[in-house]
């Protein structure tokens, strides 16, 4: 009996040790296992902060190019009559960009170079059935002493064409009650002075009741 009995707790201790063997040489790749999938789920009513927003930068601003910015306004006292006009180029830079605005509701064309206004007249405009057009045009060629294949041979000096279809700055008889087929008429002399510091490629802005002043820029930028 007393055999049986040791041999008993003999048999159970070593049971015991081979358990814990069993523990202490377990694959630790299992272990590891165990411990991701432990660690991969989420905890019940955890409050996990989401990330700041990034502040998005703005484009920048494109810098206006300062030779188009108008820089001075020929002073002339009250509306510009028709067969009035105006030149003065003292003091303006002689390598300025040239640029010419048409107002269709003053009736009025001005020359600006390098943003300094050196000229300004009345004019003559279309009528409603054959309207000067409104937009950006480049002087596409120009003619001194130019006569019109359209309408008898009109005499158009200091012409400068626009258009493809015939719509020009040309020197005219600028008076009250006429009107052009859509060409923009300024007076002969103002036309020749016009004539002398233009060249191909030159802008012409035709507009509708745009005011523009000092420190505005002729080209929208």
């Known amino acids: 009996m007393k055999f049986n009995a040791l041999t008993g707790m003999v048999a159970a201790f070593v049971a015991l040790v081979g358990a814990a063997g069993y523990l202490l040489v377990q ?7 165990g411990v991701a999938e432990q660690s991969s789920k ?8 989401k990330p700041a927003a990034q502040p998005t930068a703005s484009p920048a601003a494109k810098p206006r190019d ?21 030149w003065d180029e003292t003091g303006v830079p002689a390598d300025g960009p040239l640029v010419m ?3 269709l509701d003053a009736r009025v064309l001005s020359v600006f170079r390098g ?20 937009g950006k ?13 359209t309408y008898d041979g009109a005499p158009m000096p200091f012409t400068h064409r626009l258009t493809n279809d015939g719509v020009a700055i040309h020197g005219t008889k600028v008076e009250k009650g006429y009107a052009s087929h859509g060409c923009i008429g300024v007076p002969n002399d103002f036309g020749r002075k016009l004539f002398a510091v233009t060249k191909v490629g030159d802008v012409v802005y035709i507009t509708r009741g745009k ?11």
């Open 66 to 86: 300062e030779r188009f910015v108008i820089k001075r306004i020929l002073p002339i006292t009250g509306p510009i009559k028709y067969g009035e006009w105006h």
């Open 27 to 33: 694959d630790p790749a299992h272990r590891a296992k």
């Open 211 to 221: 005011r523009i002043g000092k420190g505005d820029s002729l080209v929208g930028g």
């Open 42 to 49: 989420p905890v019940a009513g955890a409050d996990f902060a």
């Open 101 to 103: 605005t048409v107002d």
């Open 137 to 149: 045009f480049p002087v596409i060629w120009k003619k001194a002493d130019h006569y019109s294949s």
């Open 115 to 134: 943003g300094y206004e050196i000229g300004a007249t009345a004019v003559l405009l279309g009528t409603t059935e054959k309207p000067t057009p409104l």
